[in-house]
C-alpha cells in the first residue's frame, strides 16, 4: 500500500520531458545571455547555473532557474553591488524584474513563464565566504556529486510534503526548510520514508550532520533543530527553521507513517473550511488592513514579522490576552496583521501591584504615581501596596486606534510607521469575513491562519 501511494506521489513531483525541454531551453538561453555579457564588460568573472534545477532535484510545475555572476575577489563591494546588478538586468533585458534581497540585492525575473534568480556572488575558495551566496555554488556540486540518482525522486517527495504543509522554503514568510536542506536530509537518511521517520522520533536539540560534529557545536547553536552544512559546517541550516515549522513535520512525518495517503502530497483547497471556522471565531479575530509602498517580498515580510509582534506586545501591556498573531501581503502594495484575541472588551478595572510596604522609597513612588487614579487603594497579604484603577480605554478597536497614531512608540518597524499611521483600517465582525472572502492575498494567509490540518491531527 505504501509502495503505491508513493508511486502516486511521484507522478505529481517527477517533470515530464515536455517540461524538462522547455526549462532547459531557458536556462540554456539565460547562461548564453550571461556569458556574454560578462564577456562584454571584460570582467574576470564567471556565469554557472545553480539551485534545484543544476542539481535536477526540482518539482514538476515549480522550478526556478538560479544563475550565479561569480565575480573575482579583487572586486571592493560597492563595485561589486554596482555591476551585478547592471549586469543582472542586462541579462535578463526584456522580461519583467523584481529586486530581492539576501545579504546582497538580487533580481528575479520570469522568463517563459519560468522564475529566474540573477544572484551575485564572489569565487573565492570553500570557508573564505565574503558574501552568503558564495556558498551556494559549492552547495550545487556538493549534491551533484553525492545524491545518487535514484535519491533524486525521494528529495522530490520530500519537497513536495514539506509544501503541502505550508512549511517549504527557508524565506522569512514561511521559515521553513529550504530545498538545499531537502537534499541534506535524503543524503543524511536516504530515503524519504527513512527521513520521515527520523523526524517522528525528533528530540529537541537533535544534530543532523553528513560528517564529524566539532565538539562545540551546543555552545555555537541553540536552535531546536541543528543541521550542519557539509560544504560550511560551522553553518546551521536549521537557523532558519521555526518552531512552529519543525513541529508541523514531526506530527505530519507521525500521521503519514501511521496512515499514508497521497493527499499528504496535495495543496489542499479549504476556502469553506477556512469560512467555517472563521464565522466560529470572528467575534475574537481582528484584521489591521493598510496600504504601503511597494517593496520586495523578503523586505516586507520581515517588516511585517516585527510590526505584528510589537503591535502584540503593546496589547499585551495593556490586559489583552493575544492567543495567535501573523501577517497577510498581497506582495505588492497592501498587507495586514492578524490578531486572535481571548476577548476584545476588558473589564472596567485593573489592578495596579505596587512594592512592599518596607521599601520605602519605592512605595512612596508607587502612591505618587497612582493615588490620583486609584478608585481604591489597599495592601495584599504579603504586603503590597495596589491601587485598584478604572480602566480609560476597554474595547480593543479604540486602544489599536490610540497606539496606531504614533507608531514609532509601539517599536514597529520603521519602513511601515507612515503606512500604519494614515491608511490602516481595523477590520472585525462582518467587515472582517467580507474582506477575507473577497481579497485573495488576504484569504490565502487567513486559511493558514485560522485551518486546522485535518489529515495530520486526525491520522496522528
Not at 550565479?68 to 579583487?74: G, I, Q
Not at 510607521?417 to 490565502?444: F, H, M, P, Q, Y
Request: include cysteine.
Amino acid at each position: 500500500m505504501l509502495d503505491d501511494i508513493l508511486v502516486e506521489a511521484r507522478k505529481l513531483c517527477e517533470p515530464d520531458e515536455e517540461e524538462r525541454k522547455r526549462v532547459a531551453k531557458v536556462a540554456q538561453e539565460i547562461l548564453q545571455k550571461a556569458s556574454e555579457v560578462i564577456a562584454k564588460r571584460k570582467i574576470e568573472g564567471k556565469a554557472v547555473i545553480g539551485g534545484s534545477y543544476a542539481k535536477d532535484t526540482w518539482l514538476k510545475g515549480d522550478c526556478d532557474i538560479d544563475l550565479f555572476l561569480k565575480f573575482p575577489t579583487k572586486i571592493g563591494q560597492e563595485e561589486f553591488k554596482r555591476l551585478s546588478m547592471d549586469m543582472a538586468e542586462e541579462t535578463l533585458a526584456g522580461y519583467p524584474t523584481l529586486v530581492r534581497y539576501s545579504e546582497h540585492p538580487y533580481l528575479e525575473g520570469f522568463v517563459n513563464g519560468i522564475r529566474v534568480n540573477v544572484v551575485p556572488c564572489f569565487d573565492v575558495e570553500p570557508r573564505r565566504w565574503i558574501s552568503a551566496a558564495d556558498r551556494s555554488p559549492y552547495h550545487t556540486e556538493y549534491v551533484k556529486e553525492h545524491l545518487k540518482e535514484e535519491l533524486k525522486a525521494d528529495v522530490r517527495l520530500l519537497k513536495k510534503f514539506l509544501k503541502a504543509r505550508n512549511i517549504y522554503g527557508a524565506e522569512v514568510k514561511t521559515k521553513g526548510f529550504s530545498g538545499y536542506v531537502c537534499e541534506v536530509l535524503i543524503l543524511k537518511y536516504q530515503s524519504f520514508i527513512n527521513t520521515l521517520t527520523a523526524f517522528s522520533n525528533f528530540e529537541r536539540g537533535s544534530i543532523i550532520s553528513l560528517g564529524e560534529v566539532p565538539a562545540d557545536v551546543r555552545l555555537r547553536f541553540q536552535n531546536p533543530i541543528i543541521i550542519l552544512d557539509p560544504v560550511d559546517p560551522e553553518r546551521n541550516l536549521g537557523a532558519a527553521v521555526s518552531e512552529e515549522s519543525l513541529a508541523t513535520l514531526i506530527l505530519s512525518a507521525r500521521s503519514f507513517l501511521k496512515k499514508p495517503r497521497v493527499e499528504y502530497f496535495k495543496i489542499p483547497d479549504a476556502n469553506q473550511e477556512t469560512s467555517h471556522i472563521l464565522k466560529k471565531i470572528l467575534d475574537n479575530l481582528i484584521l489591521l488592513k493598510f496600504k504601503h509602498k511597494p517593496r520586495s517580498p523578503d523586505i516586507i515580510w520581515g517588516q511585517l514579522h516585527k510590526t505584528s509582534e510589537a503591535i502584540r506586545k503593546q496589547l499585551e501591556i495593556r490586559g489583552f490576552e493575544i492567543l495567535k498573531v501573523s501577517e497577510a501581503s498581497s506582495e505588492k502594495d497592501e498587507s495586514a496583521i492578524l490578531l486572535l484575541t481571548e476577548s476584545t472588551t476588558l473589564p472596567n478595572y485593573v489592578l495596579k501591584v505596587g512594592p512592599e510596604v518596607y521599601r520605602k522609597e519605592d512605595t512612596a513612588r508607587f502612591i505618587e504615581k497612582n493615588l490620583n487614579r486609584s478608585t481604591a487603594t489597599w495592601f495584599t497579604e504579603d504586603g503590597r501596596i495596589v491601587s485598584l484603577q478604572e480602566r480609560v480605554q476597554r474595547d480593543i478597536v479604540d486602544v489599536l486606534s490610540s497606539i496606531l497614531k504614533n507608531p514609532k512608540e509601539l517599536g514597529v518597524s520603521e519602513g511601515l510607521r507612515e503606512a500604519l499611521k494614515t491608511s490602516t483600517t481595523i477590520l472585525t465582525g462582518k467587515e472582517a469575513l467580507d474582506a477575507v472572502e473577497n481579497i485573495s492575498w488576504l484569504r490565502k494567509e487567513v486559511h493558514k491562519f485560522v485551518s486546522t490540518d485535518q489529515l495530520v491531527f486526525n491520522s496522528a
